[in-house]
């Protein structure tokens, strides 16, 4: 049986495809110092949606752009290098393509000929290892790699005596060593190219070969196989099928080898590594280049069509192939259909720079990468959302989306970047993505290019936004009163609602102040909110005043409890004489107790945020040992809740460059993350926590849960990436959004409607102050192994636990600190929409509900121009059906599921179009229709077929098909 692999064509290469393509377009720049820039001033603006597909895609245009141009200088080399019948040396290709790159400004003028030599150098040796040979110049048959050979040499008798020509049986066993060749045992000249320099990659060296016994990790090849066959086995097997020999093709390579290693012939090198005995690689000093024309042409397999220097009896010498060789000589670059080739022959080997331009950078810094990019020093910029407004870039020709905006302003901002200037054209390129917005805009394209804009929305008569700006007004009066009678200021939670030595506390005396309200508090309420709302609030009766108090009551109850039951739990492990995990309630206690007061009340929505990042966290990278000192100038901040995702130990992060690695939990001395129970029953699907333990038996289906309940942190002080960080290469690293978020707590405010349909009804509840966990569970939801001491984790697995790491801060220091299994967590309060929905028959199973779920999410993302990550959904349990949970992924709530309730119809409309249009079978859903990133782990029970049916079902008629 065939391996089953997945087949996806990502949207970097063709990304990297179409913006080389553009440059390769544009016109150089009009000053009078553009052409001593590198690109002669040349622009590209490429847009991301994703900060993290923005960073990743700057040094991927730079290494795939960098290949292409290195390359097309290699052959300008060649056809200018009056290559010898027998072909150009490693060192006459050096100078050549040396030259050509200095002919087109590739080099600065400080460097000397040695520097242009030592630049150029791994670009050849990269070509004779040929790392990636369908793409390489001799792979597409446009060079030809030779071994150089004695006319005194002769041929094996042996070779001669099973039917070979002179020639043949020369073409044979060049054919061998170039299979060794391209495993890269090849010598190196090192004080030019180092064996292990990075654009061998993967295949980092140095390799050697040797008859039998390979060793992987030491990178010794084997001649013959270790077991089982290899690629020159098949090849000598096909060879002598053809031939009509009857031989072990075994014993005829050991021959061959015996030939190469203890004959006149000097193909191979030989060395003596330590350990490893005698081992040999290919000299590359006999290395023979040479430009493929019809005098000498090379061969290409009719079946797999790849391409060899030398046929022996036309016997393809890739593994397992059957086919034919035939001769071939490219194209005329005109009529050359292959995109590579004609790249190699055909581009205008013009320099690019390309750099990232993300909130990922220090403001500093990327303000000094945006001036460069103004200045012409860097050429394309590969910007997430941050230069959409207000930025003038000056002389710019063209932009490239790399995938369709989420609306029509959006798209307009970021067009809008070109064409700037008095009498110039803008050219704008956008590339679709498979997934569902692009799909949808693809099809029509009219509706985001010339489609009305949608005026930003902000209503100001919102009573809940309102009302948090008044409790705002009067706690601001009401701190510059007590600090002037009582000489305090309340800075942390626990100076505003804990009293000390048992006098009453701050919070406390927020009565008295507004008993009455102060004329300071009202005129100012009178003066910044509508009437209608000071109307609906109470103003003027001071009918706001208890809603407040109330509202601090609770959060103050909520509070003294956290804290109250630490230290019982502190104090009853004491008595059992567990000092550590006493120590350990205490340094939680401290966590809560010092949290910063107005970020603790505007996490509660009883004033507003005012943008202040409460519920953002760093991935911290200052501890790295990045060269340049990079991970000093970035700042990858996250809101915590996409950060225990994307930031959990283990995960990968592009910045600045580089690959960062996340390593593990900071932690504060003296402080500890607050730690938490839960079970989520495996029947109902209710969730439930507590900071001790959790139940066994659901209250609600009764189901018994089996096992221990899961633990999960607050990592509210950030993550440490690892001190090792490298180059991103080829491929953007996996993430995964393996997870799910849980309503703990309905909003206590919410507004009741029920919607009448031909098939059932639907009962809406909509109201702030929802409150929600979202939690990472690790890949597998294996969770993660967290040091209690230092911080540092990894993510569990069924292997052995291990019993001592590198401390997370002090790397030289190994940290024996006891490793728990935990998971990770984000609590928030946020706008809740509850939907009802009954239908005529029960339906039963998640997988329908979540199907509708996701439906209806695609759906008001769509309709109402709201970002699909600015809305997320989960459900809450029921008997025969699930109630639907909707909710604003925007910590506080930004309305986005008021207006969903608001156009519920439209929305459901929507979606049941949405299912059933798409194209993919109607038992499974795909990214045109149901899947996205964060909902991967439902992607195996999502069915565009089942939520059509309950959709259908209550906008037509009863029932379930």
């Not at 004959?263 to 000299?283: A, C, F, I, N, Y």
């Not at 979606?911 to 859903?925: F, H, I, K």
Request: net charge neutral; aromatic share 8%; glycine share 10%.
């Amino acid at each position: 049986a065939g391996t089953v692999r997945a087949f996806e064509t990502g949207a970097d290469a063709a990304g990297a495809v179409i913006a080389t393509a553009l440059y390769q377009q544009l016109p150089s720049g009009r000053g009078d110092h553009d052409q001593e820039l590198p690109g002669e001033g040349r622009k590209l603006l490429l847009f991301s949606d994703s900060r993290q597909a923005a960073a990743f895609f700057a040094p991927y245009l730079n290494d795939t752009y960098g290949q292409l141009q290195r390359r097309r200088l290699i052959t300008l080399g060649l056809e200018r290098g009056g290559a010898a019948d027998e072909g150009l040396g490693y060192d006459d290709v050096v100078f050549a393509t040396s030259r050509a790159a200095s002919n087109v400004g590739m080099f600065s003028y400080r460097m000397t000929a040695q520097e242009k030599k030592r630049e150029v150098a791994p670009w050849v040796m990269a070509e004779a290892v040929g790392v990636d040979d369908r793409q390489s110049l001799e792979g597409l048959g446009l060079v030809r790699i030779a071994l150089a050979r004695d006319p005194r040499w002769r041929a094996p008798q042996p070779l001669r005596a099973l039917g070979f020509t002179e020639v043949e049986a020369w073409d044979f066993v060049a054919e061998l060593v170039r299979s060794v060749r391209q495993q890269g045992a090849v010598t190196m000249p090192e004080s030019e190219v180092p064996a292990d320099h990075q654009i061998f990659a993967p295949r980092l060296g140095p390799i050697w070969v040797r008859l039998e016994g390979p060793e992987r990790v030491r990178r010794v090849l084997s001649w013959l196989p270790g077991r089982g066959t290899n690629g020159r086995v098949d090849y000598v097997s096909r060879v002598l099928e053809v031939l009509g020999v009857t031989q072990d093709p075994r014993e005829l390579l050991q021959g061959v080898w015996r030939f190469l290693t203890h004959s006149e012939v000097e193909w191979l090198r030989t060395s003596t590594p330590k350990g490893l005995g005698t081992v040999h690689q290919v000299d590359h000093e006999l290395l023979r280049f040479e430009l493929v024309t019809d005098r000498s042409p090379v061969f290409r397999c009719t079946t797999c069509l790849r391409v060899a220097p030398v046929s022996v009896r036309g016997v393809c010498p890739a593994i397992g192939c059957g086919g034919r060789l035939e001769r071939f000589t490219p194209p005329e670059v005109e009529a050359d259909t292959d995109h590579y080739r004609a790249i190699y022959r055909g581009m205008r080997p013009v320099p690019l720079t390309a750099q990232e331009h993300t909130a990922q950078w220090q403001a500093t810094e990327a303000a000094r990468i945006q001036q460069q990019f103004v200045a012409g020093q860097v050429n394309a910029l590969s910007c997430s959302t941050t230069f959409e407004l207000g930025v003038d870039v000056g002389e710019l020709q063209a932009v490239m989306l790399r995938n369709v905006p989420p609306s029509t302003a959006n798209y307009l901002q970021r067009a809008g970047r070109a064409g700037r200037r008095a009498g110039s054209a803008a050219l704008v390129v956008t590339y679709a993505q498979r997934r569902s917005h692009d799909l949808t805009q693809y099809a029509a394209p009219e509706a985001m290019m010339t489609g009305e804009i949608r005026a930003p929305y902000v209503p100001l008569e919102n009573e809940r936004i309102d009302r948090r700006h008044a409790h705002s007004v009067a706690l601001s009066a009401f701190f510059r009163w007590h600090l002037a009678t009582a000489g305090t200021i309340s800075r942390s939670a626990a100076d505003f609602f804990l009293a000390e030595d048992g006098g009453t506390p701050p919070v406390a005396a927020v009565s008295a102040f507004l008993s009455p309200v102060p004329d300071t508090v009202r005129t100012s309420l009178r003066r910044v909110l509508p009437p209608a709302v000071q109307d609906e609030i109470g103003v003027a009766t001071d009918a706001w005043v208890p809603v407040l108090l109330g509202q601090l009551d609770d959060v103050r109850a909520e509070f003294v409890n956290d804290v109250a039951i630490l230290k019982e739990l502190g104090d009853a492990a004491a008595a059992e004489r567990k000092f550590g995990q006493a120590d350990r309630f205490e340094r939680v206690a401290t966590t809560i107790r010092r949290r910063d007061l107005l970020g603790y009340l505007g996490n509660r929505n009883i004033i507003p945020k005012y943008g202040f990042p409460v519920d953002t966290v760093e991935l911290r990278t200052n501890f790295s040992d990045a060269k340049d000192g990079v991970g000093a100038r970035l700042d990858l901040t996250r809101d915590l809740t996409q950060a225990i995702h994307e930031y959990a130990p283990g995960a990968e992060v592009v910045a600045g460059g580089r690959l960062w690695t996340s390593r593990g939990v900071y932690r504060l001395p003296g402080r500890e993350l607050e730690e938490f129970a839960y079970r989520v029953c495996e029947s109902c699907g209710l969730f439930r926590e507590d900071r001790v333990a959790v139940d066994a038996a659901c209250p609600d289906c009764g189901h018994v849960g089996t096992g221990s309940p899961r633990r999960f942190i607050v990592p509210e002080f950030g993550f440490v990436a690892a001190r090792e960080t490298r180059a991103p290469g080829k491929r953007p690293p996996q993430s995964s959004w393996s997870g799910a978020t849980y309503v703990v707590r309905r909003s206590d405010e919410a507004r009741e409607r029920t919607l009448m349909l031909p098939g059932g009804f639907i009962r809406a509840a909509v109201g702030p102050r929802g409150r929600l966990v979202s939690i990472a569970d690790g890949p597998g939801r294996r969770g993660f192994l967290v040091c209690e001491s230092c911080g540092w984790a990894t993510t569990a697995s069924t292997g052995r636990v291990p019993r001592e790491h590198t401390h997370l801060l002090r790397s030289t220091r190994e940290c024996r600190g006891h490793l728990a299994w935990l998971d990770l967590a984000h609590h928030y309060e946020t706008d809740l929409l509850t939907l009802d929905m009954r239908v005529t028959r029960p339906v039963v199973g998640e997988g329908p509900w979540k199907s509708v779920l996701y439906a209806l999410l695609e759906a008001a993302s769509e309709t109402l121009q709201i970002a699909r990550d600015d809305i997320g959904g989960t459900l809450s349990p029921g008997a025969t059906w699930r109630s639907l949970e909707l909710f604003d992924a925007v910590p506080g709530g930004g309305g986005n599921v008021l207006r969903i309730e608001e156009h519920l119809e439209a929305v459901l409309a929507a979606a049941l179009r949405r299912v059933e249009d798409c194209e993919c079978g109607p038992e499974t859903s795909c990214y045109a229709c149901l899947r996205g990133y964060r909902n991967q782990r439902d992607h195996d029970i999502l069915s565009r077929g089942a939520a059509a049916d309950i959709l259908r079902a209550l906008l037509h008629t009863g029932g379930i098909a």
